[in-house]
């Protein structure tokens, strides 16, 4: 039997797949949508400290687009050109299957796995900045609508990480 890992769906990027690797990180008892590792990620990138950077992982960051583009500037950065162009196709398939979980309308809104996919998804895949972002709930899901610069309207759902810092919430206060 073939043990199952997050990054299978690189060698076949269909939405199936992506959605199984991403069920494997929601799944994670460590998932945390909106934990800070991005954040310390850019610290270590801003510091110059781009070995730690390259061996830092968690759960987290495995499909963040944001967490694969700073490396691979990182990995520029100390002449690893090879590692670098395989980092960067993995952030391109990560944006790709993001596109294919959705159509970004309300009916087929695009599935993330933390919401700052979001803006990478729009910034580095689609080209557009959004101007505003408002949660809705829509037939039991919970949904991110961003509206962009020309008015228009994109949808993406949020569910899981919107239950999940819920559940990280109650957590924390039971103990």
């Not at 994109?154 to 819920?166: A, K, L």
Request: proline content about 3%; charged content about 30%; hydrophobic content about 35%.
């Amino acid at each position: 039997m073939k043990q199952e890992t997050v990054f299978d769906f690189v060698k076949d990027p269909t939405k199936e797949n992506f959605l199984r690797s991403r069920e494997l990180i929601i799944t994670n008892p460590d998932y945390d949508p909106y934990s800070d590792d991005l954040d310390i990620m850019e610290k270590l990138f801003e510091d110059k400290e781009y070995d730690k950077l390259n061996y830092y992982v968690t759960i987290n960051v495995l499909l963040s687009p944001r967490a694969h583009f700073i490396k691979y500037f990182s990995l520029k950065q100390i002449g690893n050109t090879k590692a670098a162009e395989g980092i960067l196709f993995i952030c391109h398939n990560i944006l790709s299957c993001i596109e294919k979980t959705g159509d970004g309308a309300l009916q087929n809104p695009y599935i993330v796995t933390r919401v700052s996919d979001e803006k990478d998804f729009l910034e580095l895949h689609l080209r557009k900045k959004y101007t505003q972002q408002r949660l809705m709930q829509h037939e039991g899901k919970y949904l991110d609508v961003l509206t962009l610069e020309d008015g228009s309207e994109i949808y993406f759902d949020i569910t899981v990480p919107y239950q999940r810092i819920s559940f990280s919430r109650e957590k924390k206060e039971m103990n």
